[in-house]
């Protein structure tokens, strides 16, 4: 399972402002177009004083709309009507309008020298936007439309089998994670790539407007502008996204070399053939993006833990508030004051019944400061039992930096967010389920193998997923990857990182690319590489404050307060200063480095590889 960050409401498509909601799990959200807007006018030379001015006029237009924009969307997801959708995207039309309007205005004080806050805050505005649009209405107009039109073309995508049986994406996806039938599993993968094909002109013209857009802000395309967001120049960036590739590429490959091995026991030569990369059906996942659901069919001998989670969960009375009063407790045995009591009356725990809500988990601060919330149908389980502490990492996150000025209410980068409640679910482990009281013994080390090859199978599998989308998306918001490209360079790029290969033959009648949501909805990607990388930074460095002298996979900070004071120092920073200064504040260091996944995975990389020498197995999947 991917925890990933949507970080706003898709209800202002282009904006990436601190508007409150917090949605997990690397989901598609509702999408509204951009209203177009007028760009300010400036008669004169814009000086220090003017460019203050906007940016506390901004600043304080935002905040009020984001409050309206907030309570818009929490009733449309929690009672869906045409109404509700229709006062959401009316909002959410105020909200891009507003957004637009000040990222063209904030371009035009680009070159004023301003203090080190302002300058920040001015920035921000100017950065903000994914999908920026021309300052021609004409073009801003058929932009909005795009945009519509591709996530229309998504969400509304449904592939009917041979017997008349028609399925939509996560009935499909629940297929592929269930069937164990080659032949099953390549139509449900060929299916839904049929629904993307239409896309392709549509996004074509998408990036040709949003460039457009770009470089009316001052960038060169939108590239730049995606890689502009880190606190260091574009290509800067580029370059420590391939330093921490570098990192973990080598557990990667013991981990590909495995399973593939282990596919091909199952399915013979033909369908997985034990050398070069693996056919993109058969690893449970409709994107090949994570692997857990194939587990059962690469886990070791004694995988087997002695325990399942939920069946603890349900001898020992866990009900849905239960298990978010259990989350809650692990965030105050670190220090920090419980939820308010508007929490516990305002969110959703439960699927009504009387009404069509929206079940996927997410994370809400609806007032910018302590109105915060979790809307989630919950199920009792040990996977929503580690969703619950992961979507309460994201409120502690919030009500820490609510005392930040409304532009520095967000997350140190936007890979900061996701790792948070990904680094508090890490410590969700044996000897934290025994301090509890849900185990009554910690299993010996003999265990751990199955433990951390089942966590590998989504976090360390998904790495070089999380780190190519946007690989093949900036350059072809830089014009290196042509339209008549596309689809060959997207496999070009998923062999080089992922190893992966279309089971069958593609070519550029086909849109993949348009087969997985972020696409098509504009979501930038590299934020859940980032994430996968700090949770482990962040959890290594946290259990060393707690004084833990075990295995790092087996430490939980549960109940140390020196670590949850280390923690809250970061959490307060907000979005106030650059992501390596709130990156020091737990680790020490201003530096993102991947030493730390390797040291959390270290005994699987052993017992892979001494898999792998022991099968004679020829890693790698270059030709």
Request: proline share 5%; hydrophobic share 40%.
């Amino acid at each position: 399972m991917v925890i990933s960050l949507n970080r706003r409401s898709k209800i202002a498509l282009t904006v990436a402002l601190a508007l409150g909601l917090t949605a997990c799990n690397d989901a598609q959200s509702k999408t509204d177009k951009p209203a177009s807007t007028e760009a300010a006018v400036i008669n004169t030379a814009p000086d220090k004083a003017q460019a203050i001015a906007f940016i506390n006029d901004a600043e304080a237009k935002m905040a009020e709309l984001s409050i309206e924009s907030n309570r818009a969307e929490w009733i449309y997801s929690n009672f869906i009507t045409d109404d509700t959708a229709a006062l959401s995207a009316a909002v959410g039309e105020k909200v891009s309008a507003a957004s637009v309007k000040f990222a063209t205005e904030a371009a035009k004080y680009a070159n004023v020298q301003l203090d080190p806050v302002n300058t920040r805050k001015l920035n921000i505005l100017r950065s903000a936007l994914v999908l920026p649009a021309p300052l021609d209405p004409a073009k801003n107009a058929e932009l909005a439309q795009i945009s519509s039109e591709l996530n229309g073309l998504y969400g509304k995508g449904k592939y009917c089998f041979a017997d008349g049986k028609c399925m939509t994406q996560p009935e499909l996806s629940s297929l592929m994670a269930e069937s164990r039938d080659p032949a099953t599993l390549l139509e449900a993968w060929k299916g839904w790539r049929e629904i993307a094909k239409p896309m392709r002109p549509l996004f074509q013209r998408e990036v040709e407007l949003a460039n457009e857009g770009a470089k009316d802000l001052g960038y060169a395309n939108l590239s730049e502008l995606w890689r502009s967001q880190y606190d260091m120049k574009p290509d800067d960036f580029s370059q420590e996204l391939d330093r921490l590739w570098g990192q973990v590429k080598p557990l990667y490959e013991s981990l590909h070399c495995y399973v593939r091995g282990e596919l091909n026991k199952e399915y013979g030569d033909s369908i997985a053939p034990s050398t070069g990369p693996i056919p993109a059906h058969l690893l449970g996942n409709m994107w090949a993006q994570q692997w857990g659901n194939v587990y059962d069919l690469v886990a070791p001998d004694n995988a087997d833990p002695g325990y399942d989670v939920t069946e603890l969960l349900a001898k020992n009375g866990y009900d849905e508030h239960k298990m978010v009063k259990q989350a809650e407790g692990f965030f105050t045995s670190l220090g920090f004051a419980p939820l308010p009591e508007s929490f516990w009356a305002r969110s959703l725990f439960v699927q009504p019944k009387d009404r069509d809500v929206v079940c996927h988990a997410s994370a809400w601060d609806l007032d910018n400061l302590d109105d915060i919330r979790i809307k989630m149908c919950i199920q009792k389980t040990a996977e929503d039992f580690s969703v619950i502490h992961h979507e309460l990492g994201h409120n502690f996150y919030q009500r820490a930096y609510k005392q930040q000025p409304f532009l520095f209410k967000n997350s140190a980068n936007d890979g900061f967010h996701e790792a948070i409640g990904d680094t508090i679910a890490l410590s969700i482990t044996p000897s934290y389920l025994k301090q509890i009281g849900l185990l009554e013994e910690v299993p010996d080390a003999s265990k751990d193998i199955g433990l951390l090859l089942k966590q590998a199978l989504d976090k360390i599998a998904f790495l070089p997923f999380g780190l190519m989308i946007d690989q093949w998306r900036w350059k072809v918001f830089s014009g290196e990857i042509t339209p008549a490209q596309y689809n060959q360079a997207w496999w070009d790029l998923r062999e080089k990182y992922q190893g992966i290969k279309a089971p069958v033959e593609r070519s550029e009648a086909d849109f993949d690319p348009g087969a997985k949501y972020h696409v098509p909805g504009n979501v930038p990607y590299t934020r859940y590489f980032l994430a996968h990388i700090l949770q482990f930074q962040f959890h290594q460095a946290l259990c060393e404050t707690a004084g833990d002298k075990g295995p790092v996979h087996r430490c939980s900070i549960y109940g140390n307060q020196a670590a949850g004071e280390k923690l809250n120092k970061m959490l307060e920073l907000g979005l106030s200063k650059p992501w390596p200064q709130a990156l020091k504040e737990v680790t020490g260091k201003e530096a993102m480095d991947a030493k730390a996944v390797l040291d959390y995975f270290a005994p699987l990389k052993t017992w892979l590889d001494e898999q792998n020498t022991a099968a004679n197995r020829q890693c790698g999947w270059q030709s």
